[in-house]
C-alpha cells in the first residue's frame, strides 16, 4: 500500500494527538489503569496500529471475516 504525504501525516497526527490526550488525563490526576482512561488507551492503540500498517508491520490482528 503507497501512503501519500498528507495520508501519512494524518496517521501520524492522529497518533500524536492520543499521545498528548493521554498526557493531560494523567497531569490531571488521572489514572491510567481506571476506566475513565480506556477509550484514550484504545485510541492510541487504533492510532498506532494505523500508522505501524503503513510500514507493513500492524500491531493489531485484522478480525475481518470474509
Known amino acids: 500500500m503507497a501512503t501519500n504525504k498528507v495520508l501519512f501525516q ?3 497526527d492522529r497518533a500524536h494527538a492520543a ?3 493521554a498526557e493531560e488525563f494523567v497531569a490531571a490526576g488521572g489514572d491510567l489503569r481506571s476506566k475513565e ?3 484514550l488507551g484504545l ?3 487504533q492510532a498506532w ?3 505501524c500498517t503503513e510500514f507493513g508491520h500492524p500491531t493489531l490482528k485484522d ?3 470474509e
Do not use: G, Y
Request: aromatic share 0%.
Open 63 to 65: 478480525t475481518k471475516q
Open 10 to 12: 494524518a496517521k501520524s
Open 37 to 39: 482512561a480506556a477509550p
Open 49 to 51: 496500529n494505523d500508522l
Open 19 to 21: 499521545r498528548i490526550k
Open 43 to 45: 485510541e492510541m492503540i
